[in-house]
């Protein structure tokens, strides 16, 4: 069975730190990577996604992950938060076609001035 | 366009009472997913329609729990009778057939649901 496992529960950043997001999962198929985002009272949304290709994916406001098949990690990363940012974060893996995603616990993200 | 869609944002009922949730996925999408989050767990896979089809009910918990979509438009997901642990936010997801590449899920804003 796939699980993915997100190393932090809570981190709390200070504005224009740098954010780095642990996310391995385990599957020995072929998987679509996403991290999606929640931000306070927000529908879950889609800040990133891997199916193929370069394993650097860059996503909407400023956030990137890396894929790395030997580690089965996709790590999420900004190089400087800011107070927007604050927000709940998943990392999903899917098998490819149209199939459910397995989610990790999630990460709360709290960024203070 | 508009987004996924689900009602009733809020639910508070008591052990023993029948709850219906309701979702509308984005027009022309087939897929339609149910999600669950239990405070504090994961976000946890539920049941896949493809149109009106049940394609995978392997998350589903109990028989308490009964999905539909007929017309393979909206869905929805009654419990019956709810119990304390049923408690959660419930998440509709929905996305288009065939885009395999993809696999995207646009997501609802979930139903919270309370039982007391």
């Known amino acids: 069975a796939q699980s993915v496992s997100q190393h932090n529960h809570h981190v709390i950043l200070s504005e224009a730190a740098s954010l780095e997001l642990g996310c391995n999962y385990s599957?020995?198929?072929?998987?679509?990577l996403f991290w999606y985002v929640q931000y306070p009272g927000q529908h879950l949304q889609l800040l990133l996604k891997?199916?193929?290709?370069?394993?650097l994916v860059k996503g909407i406001k400023g956030f990137e992950a890396e894929f790395i098949k030997s580690k089965f990690s996709f790590n999420l990363r900004k190089p400087s938060v800011q107070w927007s940012d604050t927000a709940e974060y998943f990392c999903?893996?899917?098998?490819?076609?149209?199939?459910?995603?397995?989610f990790g616990k999630g990460t709360r993200l709290s960024v203070i001035a | 366009e508009a987004g996924v869609t689900q009602f009733p944002s809020h639910s508070v009922i008591e052990k023993g009472q029948t709850v219906t949730l309701r979702c509308d996925p984005i027009?022309?999408?087939?897929?339609l997913y149910w999600y669950r989050r239990v405070m504090g767990k994961e976000i946890k896979f539920l049941l896949h329609?493809?149109?009106?089809?049940?394609?995978?009910e392997s998350g589903m918990p109990n028989n308490r729990f009964l999905a539909e979509r007929t017309g393979g438009t909206y869905s929805t997901l009654k419990v019956q009778p709810a119990e304390l642990e049923d408690s959660g936010v419930y998440f509709c997801?929905?996305?288009?057939?065939?885009?395999?590449?993809?696999?995207?899920?646009?997501f609802g804003p979930g139903t919270r649901l309370t039982v007391l």
């Open positions: 997801a929905s996305s288009p057939l065939g885009l395999a590449a993809s696999d995207e899920q646009f």
């Open positions: 999903a893996v899917g098998k490819r076609g149209n199939t459910p995603l397995v």
């Open positions: 027009s022309g999408h087939d897929n």
């Open positions: 329609f493809v149109k009106e089809s049940k394609q995978d």
């Open positions: 599957y020995g198929g072929t998987v679509n």
């Open positions: 891997y199916f193929s290709g370069d394993p």
